[in-house]
């Protein structure tokens, strides 16, 4: 049935109800402060009509009004740029066609937003008027329009927020058996094959470059994780991870708790970091463990020291002394990057930190409950009662786009 005859059938006002979205997540909100009346009402006012019968929304009466300013200066650019632009030198035509571009990435979903508030209302009045031929029809489709309302806040908060060039990179990858002992070795061994088959999913390169293992227990282990924005959807995943399980060695059936950490270091170039011959310190020396003859015989492994910060990486996963500088390069690169970069960071970023957390691995961000099926972030508080999903790597992507949420709101927050 077509909206002009939705219209036609619609005999009661509009009103605002509170919705919800059917998540298949458990979400345990913090408690929040209540506005005075004089601020409901006159946060209520700087809303755009229908927004409340959206629920719960992300996006706040101010963010509201910088839409509206930008939905004005977009007009204002796609109607300059429509005109007779043959006044305008090169640089200001391309100024104004990126101006024009940039803006319209953050207008084109805000105008979807305001026509899906404006359906939000229509559906309401129709879920309202009490004819049953349409009630049925009208909650579908208010729950597909709700979907829709949160899939464009989302690319709003997006756009609105700076970019930061290390998201579009790859990523290395570290995760080290913490405490625990052969059952820490494990858990690190099944966090590292989670994040394999959520690469799987994602279509990135996985490739690892060091590996300290013996069968399924894995002490150490170093992953390059090549494609499009890797780094942008791990960055979260640094701190440290902890299982609660029985072993499969445990008579008892007791519950253990091991933990293991996990670090996600931007992939850098010599475009990102320059790092001079003189400031590196190398030294060669037999490798130690499995791998024949060739392993303990020969000057293969490397260490290098990178002597104004200290940082040392060795590497001897490879038989050629050549590759195992070249990965061991590799690594210390990208530290050398993260290290720059998070100095950078945490002199602008100290709101993400409250929240999100540093990354760092002396944080608890994530416990593996496997009695009760459950995932929890402790970061946002937030937990997924599918474990198996999680760890399969099918379901890692509901907790990557909490955190990322939860990170953005508090940029923005910032930026008010």
Same mark, same amino acid.
């Given at each position: 049935?077509s ?5 036609? &059938? ?22 929040r402060?209540?506005?005075?009346p004089?601020?409901?009402a006159?946060?209520? @006012?700087?809303?755009?009509? $229908? ?11 101010r963010?509201?009004?910088k839409?509206?300013v ?6 204002? &650019? ?15 035509l ?9 803006t ?6 805000y105008?979807?937003?305001?026509? %899906? ?9 129709m879920? @309202? ?13 208010? +729950? ?15 756009? *609105? ?53 013996? $069968? ?5 282990? !170093? ?5 499009r $924005?890797v ?33 996600v ?11 001079? @011959? ?15 003859q ?47 970069? +998070?100095?950078?960071?945490?002199q ?6 409250? *929240? ?5 691995r /002396? ?8 009695? +009760?099926?459950?995932?929890? @972030?402790?970061?946002?508080?937030? /937990? ?5 999903? !999680? ?8 907790? !990557? ?7 953005? %709101? ?7």
């Open positions: 049935m909206r002009p005859l939705f219209r036609r &059938l619609l005999q009661r006002p509009a009103f605002s109800v509170n919705g919800s979205f059917g998540q298949r997540v458990c979400l345990h909100a913090t408690p402060i209540c506005k005075a004089a601020a409901q006159a946060a209520k @006012d700087a809303l755009p009509p $229908g927004s409340s019968l959206a629920g719960k929304s992300s996006l706040t009466p963010i509201h009004e839409l509206r930008l939905k004005t200066k977009y007009e204002g &650019l796609n109607e300059r740029m429509s005109g007779n632009v043959s006044d305008l030198g090169r640089d200001e391309a100024r104004l066609s990126k101006d024009l571009s940039d319209g990435l953050i207008v084109a979903p105008t979807r937003l305001l026509e %899906l508030y404006d359906e939000l209302v229509e559906l309401q009045q879920i @309202d008027s009490g004819d049953p031929t349409f009630r049925e029809m009208a909650v579908e489709e208010k +729950q597909t329009a709700l979907d829709s309302v949160a899939a464009c806040e989302r690319e709003i908060i997006g756009g *609105l927020l700076p970019k930061d060039s290390a998201e579009k990179a790859g990523a290395i990858l570290e995760i080290r058996a913490g405490t625990g002992g052969d059952e820490a070795s494990l858990f690190s061994g099944d966090l590292l094959r989670m994040y394999e088959r959520f690469a799987q999913t994602k279509g990135w390169k996985y490739k690892p470059i060091s590996m300290d293992a013996e $069968g399924d227990m894995v002490k150490e282990a !170093v992953v390059e994780v090549s494609g $924005g780094f942008g959807v791990l960055m979260f995943e640094s701190g440290v991870h902890r299982v609660q399980r029985v072993p499969a060695t445990e008579s008892q059936g007791r519950v253990h708790t091991s933990t293991v950490t996990v670090a270091l931007p992939q850098a170039t010599d475009v990102h970091i320059e790092i001079k @011959d003189g400031d590196l310190r190398i030294d060669v020396f037999r490798a130690s463990g499995k791998g024949g060739h392993v303990n015989t020969t000057d293969s492994a490397v260490r290098i020291t990178h002597i104004p910060t200290g940082i040392a990486v060795e590497n001897q996963q490879e038989r050629s002394q050549i590759r195992n500088r070249e990965k061991a390069m590799q690594i210390l690169r990208a530290r050398l990057y993260d290290r720059e970069r +998070q100095k950078a960071e945490s602008r970023r100290e709101s993400r930190n409250r *929240l999100i957390g540093t990354g760092d /002396s944080e608890k961000c994530r416990t593996y409950n496997y009695a +009760q099926n459950r995932v929890t @972030d402790h970061r946002i508080n937030f /937990s997924l009662y599918d474990l198996e999903g !999680v760890m399969n790597g099918s379901s890692l992507q509901y907790i !990557v786009d909490q955190l990322r949420m939860q990170n953005d %709101l508090d940029e923005l927050a910032r930026m008010e």
